[in-house]
């Protein structure tokens, strides 16, 4: 709880910039998500700049949905660059579960460096980790267990050097030594679109202040407890409205009262 306060903090005190390589369906709650907790967005994608805009920025923040010709460009320009500039990056493996367009291009990209964080939510890391596996849409398979998605996402860790950030019912979070298990949340989070990418661009915003597992830890942990929060019987305009107030609100005594996290340990899964 203490690291999850100073990394809130920090946040707060340094504003950061965070690039952003969104798709155009979550552009606004990508840039509200990160406003709304102390940080500033930039959501430049054209070729031609992000390189520069990129070496200017704290974080970056790659994000597979809707993809096009352009941003699959302008991502491996960014992420050429936030390597050679130490820029903490987290990739987003939105639809790598029903695109081998996607997969295999986020698979070739890997091979440019390892980001901080790759994220996604369980068919997504399922995918990365065998790219023969297929799902329907973007959204989770529901007969992935959180055993079976723990070992992935620890064995991805392991391959890749870095934090791995399986998004569902349970948030696992791993970097290959170190498996956390995260609890909150609500399914209205599911009744709008955008909230899994809004997730991706919070990592991206505590990674300017600390590394890729308490990052990830710090964005399930805010985005699950606000959540909860934002729950509304209204509909959801009202619960994203709800959202957004939440993230600009939440208090350290909320999240102390209301985080649900256990460290586990991989031999006993």
Known sequence: ???????????????????????????????????????????????????????????????????????????????????????????????TACSSLRCDFLTDLLKTGSPAIIKGNYSEIAALYQTDYRSSGVDADGSLDTKTVSRIAGALAEKYRCTILASGKTDIVTDGKRLVHLHNGTAQLSSVTGTGCMLGALCGTYLSETDGLDAAVCACTVLGICGQLAQTDRGNGSFMVNLLDALSTLTSEQTETMIRMEERNFEEI
């Open 1 to 95: 709880m203490e690291k999850i306060h100073e990394i809130r903090a920090a946040v707060h005190s340094s504003r950061p910039l965070i690039h952003c390589i969104t798709n155009p369906i979550s552009i606004a709650q990508c840039a509200n998500a990160v406003l709304a907790v102390g940080a500033r967005p930039i959501m430049a994608e054209h070729p031609l700049e992000v390189r520069e805009i990129t070496a200017s920025a704290q974080a970056i923040v790659l994000n597979l949905g809707n993809i096009t010709d352009v941003r699959m460009e302008s991502m491996r320009i960014s992420l050429t660059t936030a390597l050679e500039n130490k820029i903490p990056t987290a990739v987003d493996a939105v639809g």
